[in-house]
C-alpha cells in the first residue's frame, strides 16, 4: 500500500498536466494580450476630412491647456478603463509642462453603466468649470465605479454636488447628445477601443506613457496640424 501511494500521486500529477498546461496557456494569452493592450499602435496621419474637422471643433468637449495651441490633443477615454487610468498622468504632466498645448477630452464610455453615470457626471461638472479635477479624480479611483463612488468623488473635488445633481437632470438630454457625437466621432475615426488619442494629425491607438506622449507631441510640431485632404 505504502509503495504504491507514490506511483498515484504520480498519475495525478499526469493526468492533471492537460488541465495545468491549458491553464497556463490561457494565462500566458492574457497577460500578453494586456501587454499589446498597453503598447500604442502604429499612428496614422490624418487629414482634415469633414470626420477631423468635427472631432476637433466640437464645442461640447471638455478642453484645457493652452488657449492658442501649437499642437492639439484629443483623447478617447473611459473611467472603467485600466489603460486609460494608468496613462492619464502622462496627459496630467504633459499640461502642467507643456504650455503650448491643449486637451481635448472625448468621454467615451463603452465598458457598461458605470462608465455612463461617470461621463454624464464629468460633463455635467464642466457647468461648474471643474470638468479637469474631476476627470482627474475618476480617473486615479481604484474601486469600480458606481453613482455613490462618484458622489464622492465629486465631494472630495470641491464640486457643489446639488449643483451637479441639479446640472445632470436639467442638461440630460444636451449630455446624451454630447456622449452620442463623442460615440459617432470614435466610430468614423475607426477606433476599436480605449484610450485613443489624436496628436496633430496622428491617430494613436493604445496607452501613451509620459515618453511617448512627449515623443508624440515633438512630432506633432514638426508636422503641423492636419492639413485639408
Known amino acids: 500500500m505504502t509503495s504504491d501511494t507514490p506511483r498515484r500521486g504520480l498519475l495525478s500529477l499526469v493526468e492533471r498536466r492537460p488541465k495545468l498546461t491549458l491553464l497556463m496557456a490561457v494565462l500566458a494569452g492574457l497577460a500578453a494580450t494586456a501587454i499589446f493592450q498597453n503598447l500604442p499602435r502604429e499612428a496614422k496621419?490624418?487629414?482634415?476630412?469633414?470626420?477631423?474637422?468635427?472631432?476637433?471643433?466640437?464645442?461640447?468637449?471638455?478642453?484645457?491647456?493652452?488657449?492658442?495651441?501649437?499642437?492639439?490633443?484629443?483623447?478617447?477615454?473611459?473611467?472603467?478603463?485600466?489603460?486609460?487610468k494608468a496613462t492619464a498622468p502622462a496627459l496630467q504632466q504633459l499640461l502642467a509642462s507643456d504650455k503650448k498645448v491643449q486637451v481635448i477630452f472625448k468621454d467615451w464610455p463603452i465598458l457598461g453603466e458605470a462608465s455612463t453615470i461617470a461621463?454624464?457626471?464629468?460633463?455635467?461638472?464642466?457647468?461648474?468649470?471643474?470638468?479637469?479635477?474631476?476627470?482627474?479624480a475618476l480617473m486615479t479611483a481604484p474601486m469600480k465605479l458606481n453613482a455613490e463612488h462618484v458622489r464622492r468623488i465629486a465631494v472630495s473635488t470641491g464640486l457643489?454636488?446639488?449643483?451637479?445633481?441639479?446640472?445632470?437632470?436639467?442638461?440630460?438630454?444636451?449630455?446624451?447628445?454630447?456622449?452620442?457625437?463623442?460615440?459617432?466621432?470614435?466610430?468614423s475615426l475607426g477606433l476599436r477601443g480605449t484610450p485613443a488619442y489624436l496628436v496633430g494629425p496622428y491617430l494613436i491607438e493604445g496607452g501613451l506613457n509620459e515618453a511617448r506622449l512627449a515623443?508624440?507631441?515633438?512630432?506633432?510640431?514638426?508636422?503641423?496640424p492636419p492639413a485639408p485632404p
Open 119 to 136: 461621463a454624464h457626471a464629468a460633463l455635467a461638472s464642466d457647468r461648474q468649470g471643474k470638468y479637469l479635477p474631476f476627470h482627474s
Open 215 to 224: 515623443q508624440a507631441v515633438r512630432r506633432a510640431r514638426a508636422a503641423g
Open 45 to 84: 496621419k490624418l487629414t482634415l476630412t469633414p470626420v477631423v474637422r468635427a472631432v476637433l471643433e466640437d464645442p461640447g468637449s471638455p478642453r484645457a491647456g493652452a488657449a492658442n495651441p501649437d499642437v492639439t490633443i484629443v483623447v478617447f477615454t473611459d473611467y472603467q478603463c485600466s489603460v486609460c
Open 160 to 187: 457643489d454636488v446639488e449643483r451637479l445633481t441639479a446640472d445632470e437632470a436639467a442638461h440630460s438630454a444636451e449630455i446624451e447628445a454630447q456622449l452620442t457625437r463623442h460615440n459617432t466621432q470614435a466610430f
